[in-house]
């Protein structure tokens, strides 16, 4: 995987960019070595904001965060990128019979139709209400 660090009013230090790739180096195991992250990292008053977003072939994983520590927000948005990807992976895993490990490489691409078809048409009557009865059928 290859680790697009970026800092907007800020510059990445040698130490910054070290904790980004070890903690991110986790991340790779999901991904061939043609994905990219992109790490956002600027400055929000006295706190710090980090923004990683990876795109994939089925999918696009994004966490933020904004924290006291430049540091703390790598550990909470690398956790909830991991987070990310075992959900989705576990429901590839579902929909797979065979029960093969699976990258999301081996996500088959959708081939794009200029042409769209309806499948299926609905029609509801709609009556008008109050706020309260809308409130009260919503809950």
């Known amino acids: 995987m290859k680790i697009i660090v970026t ?25 061939a070595d043609d994905i990219q992250a992109k790490v956002v990292i600027h400055p929000e008053k006295a706190k710090v904001k980090m923004e990683a977003t990876i795109v994939t072939k089925g999918t696009i994983f994004r966490a933020e965060n904004v ?35 699976i990258k999301f490489e081996m996500i088959p691409e959708v081939p794009e139709t200029e042409e769209q078809k309806v499948v299926k048409t609905k029609k509801f009557q709609l009556t008008p209400m109050t706020v309260d009865d809308a409130v009260l059928q919503m809950e």
């Open 67 to 101: 924290s006291q520590d430049v540091f703390d927000c790598i550990d909470i948005v690398s956790e909830k990128l991991l987070t990310q990807m075992s959900k989705y992976k576990g429901k590839l895993m579902k929909k797979n019979t065979a029960k093969e490990s």
């Open 7 to 31: 800092g907007k009013n800020i510059t990445i230090s040698d130490k910054i960019q070290d904790a980004i790739d070890k903690k991110f180096e986790k991340l790779g195991k999901y991904f």
